[in-house]
């Protein structure tokens, strides 16, 4: 199946610090990325989806200017928390979907383990 | 706003015993899909449903798809300690993908 990386899996940060998180398909192209947030033993929450080479489209109650994201190519997206503070922390999984359109699956990323001090 | 809520939200059964999570959307949706996460791992894709009224099978994992395309359910028969984890439903009304608020399944040996 197709894989989706995300690097790095775990990072730890001061408070105030900023913090890029990279997601890349690696045998795919995906015309559409997601960024989701997840709280321990909770469901996913979608913060943004981003189509290459267009702006993220944000849901409501996510700060854009907050978690900045970067659809550069069909295989990379990245999310950058500017700075960062300790209720950031949190598990930042991203998925990306295929060129089938909008009835394709989500290939999700192994996710990002957020810890800011 | 989209809402997806699923129940039971935890179920703990002994191994052998069937097991359903129930999917509901506040909105008709334009199709489902459900996926597994494990325990400290990244959600995996299990399956899509498009028509209304759909019924598709994966050994024991039956999901259902409802008429008004509001609801949907997955069914596990003979539960299996490999069967832990927690199951999303996730729907879609557009590009986009609302995920359900997840039931977590304790399989007790």
């Known amino acids: 199946g197709a894989v989706v990386s995300q690097h790095p899996s775990r990072v730890i940060c001061k408070s105030g610090t900023s913090v890029k998180i990279e997601c890349r398909s690696l045998?795919?192209?995906?015309?559409?990325m997601f960024w989701y947030r997840q709280f321990p033993k909770q469901s996913l929450m979608l913060m943004a989806t981003?189509?290459?080479?267009?702006?993220?489209?944000?849901e409501q109650g996510v700060e854009k200017d907050k978690f900045l994201i970067n659809h550069a190519s069909l295989t990379l997206s990245t999310l950058t928390v500017t700075s960062a503070h300790p209720e950031d922390s949190s598990f930042y999984i991203c998925?990306?979907?295929?060129?089938?359109?909008?009835?394709?699956?989500?290939?999700f990323g192994p996710g990002t383990r957020l810890t800011v001090l | 706003g989209q809402q997806v809520m699923q129940i039971p939200q935890y179920q703990h059964v002994q191994e052998g015993e069937d097991f359903t999570t129930y999917c509901n959307s506040s909105?008709?949706?334009?199709?489902i899909q459900w996926y597994k996460q494990r325990p400290g791992g990244h959600p995996v894709f299990l399956i899509q449903?498009?028509?209304?009224?759909e019924v598709k099978k994966q050994k024991r994992l039956t999901f259902q798809f409802g008429e008004a395309k509001k609801n949907s359910s997955l069914h596990i028969t003979a539960t299996q300690t490999t069967d832990v984890g927690t199951y999303f439903c996730?729907?879609?009304?557009?590009?986009?993908?609302?995920f359900g608020t997840g039931t977590s399944l304790t399989v007790i040996p």
């Open positions: 909105t008709t949706l334009s199709n």
């Open positions: 981003s189509n290459e080479g267009s702006k993220a489209t944000y």
């Open positions: 449903l498009v028509k209304s009224g």
């Open positions: 045998d795919f192209q995906a015309t559409t």
């Open positions: 998925s990306a979907q295929g060129l089938a359109g909008i009835f394709s699956e989500q290939f």
């Open positions: 996730a729907g879609s009304t557009g590009n986009q993908f609302y």
